[in-house]
Structure formats: structure tokens, C-alpha cells
């Protein structure tokens, strides 16, 4: 007898949602977020200053990103089993342990989905970050193995869940009729688990790190922030100014500047303290103010090459160099004129020059010029195709390295030795299953348009140079 199985991206829509409504009860802040980015969203739409090339507007509303923070390989596994029946796969490696100024212990992959279609239907993503205890230069022996058997002996998934993740695997997905009590449990896995905290190792890894304090003595994870999408974040950043919600210096990635928008740019606030049961070395139980979560919001711009993202991260170099240099002067008006100078102010010139992924399409037929050479570049100079936005998908570890940063209490401790190994291949291990490269999945998506561009206006891609 065969079942009706829900499509992953309705599970995923309908996780993405419960997630959104249970964490507007956890920061209310959050609430005002999404408000101000409905409004903004809306605005540019009506105003028609927004000409869709980086979305439908209702892909955007729904659009979300969460950040969660896992102990082992093991609990690697185990939600990404729950996210792969989602239809969110692992893509891109990040190694946070290099990337931070402060103690950051983490390394990370995005869970997502990778179809453009699917994208399209609902594009929930969770970053997802993995504690490193064996590494040296945050944990001594003692306390890698504290946290080790403290994780070991935990359960991050709510009970029942792992016999559903089992039966729906063996399926090939969830019945329609499960769907509600699976989507909650899901969202269970997430939530704050209010039990009191051991005090003292807290304040043990605390002075580590305030990363590893929230993964190694929590009794499970939770989300730690839920990032809702604007087409406007530097309008978004004034208002939540105005409304008086503090925001973090500035907007992480690339600045404003007249041409268009790459890869991502985001800002956070800090969420308010949330009081916490703590439990003391003689047994008392106190309650104590954690400032652990936090609110982030995000823009996303055109996904780039690997030679676009070398120009972007020369550009940060160079920024982040001179205004060490330069007392008094802000990140946006040193990096504003650079990009200006150095990056093609329009999509068809990063396109042309090669830095960044587009969806490609016919837009005027070829005369028969019999055989003359042609090139991609020759066929957008003379208008022949046209090309919108990839939308990147993906995270940057700089500029999450500085949302992690802005928002931990303390510098935490780094000592200089060797650093363990890890890399995509070692998470890929620890999942069974495969770490997408988001270059690649970006560049098969450009090259199927492109085809089918140059069919349409009837050439063969054979003969084209640059195809
Ligand atoms: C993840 C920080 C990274 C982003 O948007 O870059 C991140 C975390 O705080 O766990 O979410
Ligand atoms: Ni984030």
C-alpha cells in the first residue's frame, strides 16, 4: 500500500513558518524585525523602485535563515538527517576558528535547498555550527573530555523523533498525515530547554569562549537568531534605530554603492538578557541574565565567481587595512569608492568581466553572419542575450565571524598551538553524506541557462567561445 508523502518543500515552508511564530515568542524583538522588513519589502515593490531581479517578493517575505550550534559529529548527523528530509542539504565549508578576531571554536556548513526551483518554493536555510573541543587552542585536555561526555550523554532530539526520522528515511519522506506532528516535533528540536544550567561550567567555558558555553553546558541547542530578508538595509537599519532597537556599528559585507548589490550584507542587534536558572556547586539554583541570542537581518545581492569573490576579498583587505589607518573614519565611506573603482557598476559588466553568476536569455536574434566568430561576451555586448542575477545563497565566514563577534560577551581565550584539522570533507564524514560545493551548484545553474539561450537563437554552444 503506498502512502501520500508531503514534498519536502511544503515540510519545509511549514517548519520555516512554526519556527518564525515560536521565536517571536522567545524575542519579541524579533517580531519588530519582521515588521519593518514587510514594510520595507512592500514599499519597494509598490514604489516599484524594486525590479524583482533578486526574487519574487513573496520567496523574500518568507525567506529566513537560522543559526544553530551543534557539539559532535554525531549531533552533526543527527539534524542533518531532520534538514535532509526538508529537502536542506549541506553546502560550503567554513572554518570560523580562522576567521574570528575573538574565540570562535566552530566550524560550519549551510543547510539548504539547492534546486532553483526549490529555492523558489521556499528557501528556509540553518547554519550550522559544530564545536571543535579537540582543538588545543581553545580546550585543554580536561575540558575537551567534560564536553565530550557531557554531549555524548545528551539528546538533542526530542523523544520520538529519531523512530520518525528512521521510519520517514526508509519511506522516502513523511505522510501527509504526519506532517503536523513531525513539523512540531522539528521545531521542539529548537527551543530553548529551560533546565538549569551548571553554573560553574558554564562560567568555565564562558571564559573560553561564550560560543562553546552556549553549545557545551546547554542541555540541547536552539536557534540562536532567525534572519528575515530585506530588499533595503540601510533603510531598515535607520528605522530600527528610530524605534530604538541598538544596532551593531554597521552593515557586515559588501557597503552601499551604485552598483548592484553582491553576495550578502547583514547587521544584527542584541537581544535583550534572558533570565536563566543556574545551578550552584552547592545545589541552589539561581537565576541569572544570559545574553546569548540575538537579531540579524540580511540583503542578498548577486552570487560571485571565485574570481569576483578574490576582487571582494582583496576589497575588504584593503578597507579593513586603511581604516585601521585612518582614526575616525567610518567602513562605508572607505569601502564605498573602492568598489566603485574596482567592480563593474552594472550586471552585465560583472558578467562580461567574468566576476559573477548569472541566469542567462535570449534577447535579440543573430543575423546569419556565417560563421563569424562569436563569444559570450560579444553576443551580450551586442544585446543578443541578457542576463539576470544568481542569487547567492550561501554565507561569508568574515562577516559571519563579525556577527558572532559583536554579540559575545567577552574576547574569550585563544592560545597558540596546532589547530585540528577539519574541513568539508571531515564534516561530510561525520554526516554521511556530501558537502555541496556552492560554486559549483551556482555554475551548473548559469551554464543550463546559458544553453538554452544560445539554442534558442539558434547556436550551438560548441561554437561559442566562452560557453
Ligand atoms: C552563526 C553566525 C553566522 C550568519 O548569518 O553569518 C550567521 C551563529 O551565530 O551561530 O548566522
Ligand atoms: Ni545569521
Known amino acids: 500500500m503506498s502512502v501520500d508523502l508531503t ?8 517548519f520555516a513558518r512554526a519556527m518564525s511564530q515560536r521565536y517571536a515568542v522567545e524575542v519579541p524583538a524579533y517580531q519588530t524585525l519582521v515588521d519593518v522588513c514587510l514594510a520595507i519589502n512592500t514599499e519597494a515593490v509598490e514604489s516599484g523602485t524594486y525590479d524583482g531581479s533578486v526574487g519574487s517578493v513573496g520567496r523574500i517575505t518568507e525567506e529566513r535563515h537560522g543559526a544553530i550550534r551543534v557539539g559532535s559529529p554525531a549531533e552533526l548527523r543527527d539534524v542533518a538527517r531532520l534538514f535532509g528530509l526538508l529537502g536542506m542539504h549541506p553546502v560550503g565549508f567554513y572554518d570560523l576558528r580562522e576567521a574570528a578576531a575573538r574565540s570562535v571554536p ?16 521556499n528557501a528556509f536555510r540553518v547554519f550550522t555550527s559544530m564545536l571543535v573541543p579537540a582543538d588545543r587552542r581553545f580546550f585543554d585536555a580536561d575540558t575537551q573530555r567534560e564536553i565530550e561526555a557531557r554531549v555524548a550523554a545528551r539528546d538533542l532530539l526530542p523523544a520520538g523523533l529519531r523512530e520518525q526520522l528512521d521510519v520517514a528515511e526508509q519511506r522516502g519522506g513523511v505522510p501527509v498525515d504526519e506532517a503536523e506532528a513531525f513539523v512540531a516535533l522539528a521545531v521542539r528540536t529548537f527551543e530553548l530547554d529551560r533546565q538549569p544550567l551548571d553554573a560553574a561550567f558554564y562560567d568555565h567555558l564562558a571564559t573560553i569562549s561564550s560560543v562553546a558555553a552556549d553549545i557545551g553546558a546547554e542541555p540541547g541547542t536552539h536557534i540562536n537568531h532567525l534572519t528575515p530578508r530585506v530588499l533595503d538595509i540601510d533603510e531598515l537599519y535607520a528605522r530600527m534605530q528610530a524605534l530604538g532597537i541598538t544596532m551593531i556599528d554597521r552593515i557586515q559585507g559588501p557597503p552601499r554603492w551604485d552598483g548592484p548589490l553582491v553576495l550578502l550584507r547583514q547587521t544584527s542587534f542584541r537581544a535583550l538578557d534572558e533570565v536563566r536558572a543556574m545551578r550552584l556547586a552547592d545545589g541552589r539554583v539561581v537565576q541569572r541574565p544570559l545574553r546569548v541570542r540575538f537579531g540579524e537581518v540580511e540583503a542578498r545581492g548577486v552570487a560571485l565567481t571565485p574570481e569576483g569573490r578574490q576582487r571582494y576579498d ?53 543575423a546569419d553572419t556565417g560563421g563569424a566568430a562569436r563569444s559570450v561576451d560579444a553576443l551580450l555586448a551586442g544585446g543578443h542575450l541578457d542576463v539576470s542575477p544568481i542569487v547567492y545563497e550561501d554565507f561569508l565566514p568574515k562577516s559571519a565571524a563579525g556577527i558572532f563577534q559583536s554579540n559575545l560577551t567577552s574576547e574569550g581565550t585563544r592560545h597558540d598551538a596546532d589547530a585540528t584539522h577539519q574541513d568539508a570533507a571531515s564534516l561530510a564524514e561525520a554526516m554521511q553524506r556530501e558537502v555541496l560545493d556552492p560554486y559549483a551548484l551556482y555554475a551548473a545553474q548559469q551554464q543550463a541557462s546559458l544553453h538554452a539561450a544560445l539554442a534558442q537563437l539558434g547556436l550551438d554552444p560548441e561554437q561559442v567561445a566562452g560557453a
Do not use: I, N
Open 7 to 14: 514534498p519536502p518543500h511544503e515540510l519545509r515552508a511549514a
Open 314 to 366: 582583496d576589497l575588504l583587505a584593503a578597507t579593513d587595512a586603511e581604516l585601521a589607518e585612518t582614526p575616525g573614519a567610518s567602513y562605508q565611506q572607505l569601502a564605498e569608492p573602492r568598489f566603485a573603482a574596482e567592480l563593474p557598476d552594472d550586471q552585465r559588466g560583472l558578467a562580461r568581466a567574468g566576476l559573477a553568476y548569472h541566469s542567462y536569455r535570449a534577447a535579440r536574434p543573430v
Open 106 to 121: 566552530v566550524v560550519s556548513t549551510a543547510f539548504r535547498p539547492v534546486d532553483p526551483d526549490d529555492l523558489d518554493r
